[in-house]
């Protein structure tokens, strides 16, 4: 970032705030060759997440048609429904922040499955301390 009054090119962050309800950052500088103080915003970028699927076509992330096929992919397994939400978004999260926009099916099928594998074992873990408390208070 150049300073606008010598040109030269580093300066000293002093301040930064979001700026336009967090889709921007503004940053106060101050130039280290002429300690004059300027402004600047710089852009988050939202870019789209693209889904490639297994003939090669591209479709737009959708969060929803995740979620379609984990509780497709966990019918008989005691997952709720708020879990796989959760899931879901973890996963679009993942997506945001990784710089790869894009990303295979099959990947996403194997994220699905890895996550929904460890919430899995956490409620059957839950379930079995549960069990274990029962059986504590019963005898
Ligand atoms: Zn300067």
Do not use: H
Request: hydrophobic share 30%; glycine share 4%; proline share 4%.
């Amino acid at each position: 970032m150049k300073c606008p009054y010598c040109g030269y090119k580093e300066s000293k962050v002093i301040d930064s705030r979001p700026a336009e309800e967090g889709s921007s950052i503004r940053r106060r500088r101050e130039c280290l060759s002429c300690a004059k103080r300027f402004t600047t915003y710089e852009t988050v970028e939202s870019l789209p997440m693209v889904v490639i699927k297994k003939d090669g076509s591209r479709q737009s992330f959708d969060r929803s048609k995740v979620l379609r096929g984990m509780i497709r992919a966990c019918e008989k397994r005691p997952v709720p429904l708020a879990e796989l939400e959760k899931i879901a978004e973890e996963i679009e999260q993942d997506l945001q922040n990784s710089m790869e926009r894009e990303i295979r099916t099959e990947a996403v099928g194997e994220k699905v499955m890895e996550i929904a594998e460890d919430a899995r074992a956490e409620l059957a873990a839950q379930a079995s301390e549960e069990q274990a408390w029962r059986e504590d208070e019963g005898s």
